[in-house]
């Protein structure tokens, strides 16, 4: 990262060291690549001719759509996978844990990210939820407008159980696997669900503390994209669990805004990516934490994180009791 070249170090460990001469030049995000041919103009729709740029990772498209430019606001993605970041003067240490990257604006981008977001609420709604639903499909609607009413009319106190997002890894073990702690014979389905939303909202928060601590500041607001914005009543939920008011963008396809965006820096449209992002990202909703839900959420994860202190040790031989059973 430092030299911003290909490392024949990494070649080498990994036992590919033929490879090394064979790369391809590296490019900046809004470096002219080529045209499209007439044969991917036939295969694809797209106008023959029509000028291609390097564009970016999904991540920074993301966050740059959504914005963000410098310390002040960090970037949350909502989607399958858990994805926190902010620009910064410098890299995170090794020891932080955290992944760094450069940024097109050339800062670099200070990662923490797993894959305990919205792909677990999708999964648990279709675990737990199969015939509302059928019966909202019967009655025109979507299950995700039945939850948002639900979600509307219920708060922090609702329900005191935890859900950890696991299904699909963790941020905090690689044995941890999810789980509901606290369900009783009165729990249900729809309580369940709504665990599920806050244990995401609690790992979210556990991967944006530590870039609090390596940032040695809050943010001003947070600025999430992905799946996740479009239900108001999460946005809250995030706002009021996290104690930092959150902010969401306009459209809805945010990296296909980025990778416009470096098209705009290639074609000469904007001078540089501060300007195309001045000019194309546009501010929709800012919704403030709510004081009283703050510290309800609160004592929630604190016990989320105990929790998972005290189960770290347990995890492995969960694992190795699975393992023992395959056989």
């Known amino acids: 990262m430092r030299d911003q070249k290909y490392s024949k170090k990494l070649f080498d460990f990994f036992g590919i060291p033929e490879i090394f001469d064979k790369m391809p030049l590296l490019k900046r995000f809004s470096d002219y690549c080529g045209d499209v041919t007439a044969e991917a103009a036939e295969r694809t729709g797209l106008k023959e001719g029509t000028p291609v740029y390097a564009g970016m990772f999904d991540i920074d498209a993301c966050s740059l759509a959504t914005g963000v430019l410098n310390d002040d606001y960090f970037s949350s993605i909502v989607g399958t996978w858990n994805i926190n970041v902010f620009p910064s003067q410098t890299r995170a240490k090794k020891e932080s844990g955290l992944m760094n990257s450069i940024y097109p604006t050339g800062l670099n981008l200070v990662e923490a990210s797993?894959?305990?977001?919205?792909?677990?609420?999708?999964?648990?709604?279709?675990?737990?939820?199969?015939?509302?639903?059928?019966?909202?499909?019967?009655?025109?609607?979507?299950?995700?407008?039945?939850?948002?009413?639900?979600?509307?009319?219920?708060?922090?106190?609702?329900?005191k159980a935890i859900f950890f997002p696991f299904l699909y890894g963790s941020n905090v073990n690689p044995d941890a696997e999810g789980?509901?702690?606290?369900?009783?014979?009165?729990?249900?389905?729809?309580?369940?669900?709504?665990?599920?939303?806050?244990?995401?909202?609690?790992?979210?928060?556990?991967?944006?503390?530590?870039?609090?601590?390596?940032?040695?500041?809050r943010p001003k607001a947070i600025r999430i994209s992905g799946g996740g914005t479009n239900s108001h009543a999460w946005v809250q939920m995030f706002a009021d669990?996290?104690?930092?008011?959150?902010e969401t963008v306009e459209g809805s396809e945010l990296g296909g805004l980025g990778g416009a965006m470096a098209s705009a820096v290639g074609t000469g449209l904007y001078l540089n990516i501060d300007e195309a992002v001045k000019h194309m990202s546009n501010l929709k909703d800012h919704v403030n934490p709510d004081e009283g839900q703050y510290k309800i959420y609160t004592q929630k994860y604190e016990v989320y994180l105990d929790l998972l202190h005290t189960l770290n040790h347990g995890w492995s031989k969960l694992k190795e009791m699975q393992e023992r059973i395959d056989k």
């Open 179 to 217: 789980s509901f702690i606290g369900i009783q014979s009165n729990t249900t389905k729809s309580a369940m669900i709504r665990s599920v939303y806050e244990g995401i909202i609690f790992a979210h928060r556990y991967h944006i503390e530590k870039l609090i601590k390596v940032a040695g500041h």
């Open 241 to 246: 669990t996290l104690g930092i008011p959150i």
């Open 114 to 159: 797993s894959a305990t977001s919205a792909g677990n609420l999708d999964i648990m709604i279709k675990t737990l939820m199969s015939e509302k639903i059928k019966n909202a499909k019967t009655h025109g609607r979507s299950i995700y407008d039945v939850l948002e009413e639900f979600l509307d009319h219920t708060d922090a106190s609702f329900f």
